[in-house]
Nanobody, 120 residues
Framework: QVQLVESGGGLVQAGGSLRLSCAAS????????MGWFRQAPGKEREFVAA????????SYADSVKGRFTISRNNAKNTVYLQMNSLKPGDTAVYYC?????????????WGQGTQVTVSS
């Protein structure tokens, strides 16, 4: 079992930045690839970014490439999502996810989500 707790969401103006954090406990953190997903009102949950177990490989949705950066600190059991140049379209609940194995599979564990609201 893996427990995930997100933090760092909030209200920000367009063009601003936020950093989300996800603290993991349970199964050895370094054994899990990690990812971020988001869900806007009335829309399906969508992939945002993922990072490999070692942190050396990452993947991003086209909509956030060049603006968001995912990273992890295995010593702190934490994964981060640095979000820059935020747009109103980035408004959503952001979820942290843990994969059993690589991020080419589907996530197994989910956090409870943190709200990000970007005002125009």
């Amino acid at each position: 079992q893996v427990q995930l707790v997100e933090s760092g969401g909030g209200l920000v103006q367009a063009g601003g930045s936020l950093r989300l954090s996800c603290a993991a406990s349970g199964r050895t953190f370094s054994r899990n690839a990690m990812g971020w997903f988001r869900q806007a009102p009335g829309k399906e949950r969508e992939f945002v970014a993922a990072v490999s177990r070692s942190g050396t490989s990452t993947s991003y949705a086209d909509s956030v490439k060049g603006r968001f950066t995912i990273s992890r600190n295995n010593a702190k059991n934490t994964v981060y999502l640095q979000m820059n140049s935020l747009k109103p379209g980035d408004t959503a609940v952001y979820y942290c996810a843990a994969y059993i194995g690589s991020y080419s599979t589907s996530p197994t564990y989910w956090g409870q989500g943190t709200q990000v609201t970007v005002s125009s």
